[in-house]
């Protein structure tokens, strides 16, 4: 079945960077879209980031200019590279994936949790 295991989660300073991985096992990794979530405590779950099979990417306005979502195929992992981060970007952080015949992403990693203070 398909695993996602996210990891590089942490407690950071308000402007600081960090960048999350997930490494994908039990899929053919090129043929699914990849998206980041991030839930922050009594808020729902949001997409802020995803990356397509052909390596297009979108982000979520609140994010974009400071987070980049990437993927490597040939180690079946995803990154997302956040730069200038901020209080309001606490939460807890999954990845996902999605079959290219679904229309919502079916598989989800564990989450990490990420902490900036001000």
């Known amino acids: 079945q398909v695993q996602l295991v996210e990891s590089g989660g942490g407690s950071v300073q308000a402007g600081d960077s960090l960048r999350l991985s997930c490494a994908a096992s039990g899929l053919t990794f090129s043929s699914y879209a990849m998206g980041w979530f991030r839930q922050a405590p009594g808020k729902e779950r949001e997409l802020i980031a995803t990356v397509r099979q052909s390596g297009a990417t979108t982000y979520k306005d609140s994010v974009k200019g400071r987070f980049t979502i990437s993927r490597d195929n040939t180690k079946n992992t995803v990154y997302l590279q956040m730069n200038s981060l901020k209080p309001e970007d606490t939460a807890v952080y999954y990845c996902?994936?999605?079959?290219?015949?679904?229309?919502?992403?079916?598989?989800w990693g564990q989450g990490t949790q990420v902490t900036v203070s001000s």
């Open positions: 996902a994936a999605r079959r290219s015949d679904l229309l919502k992403y079916d598989s």
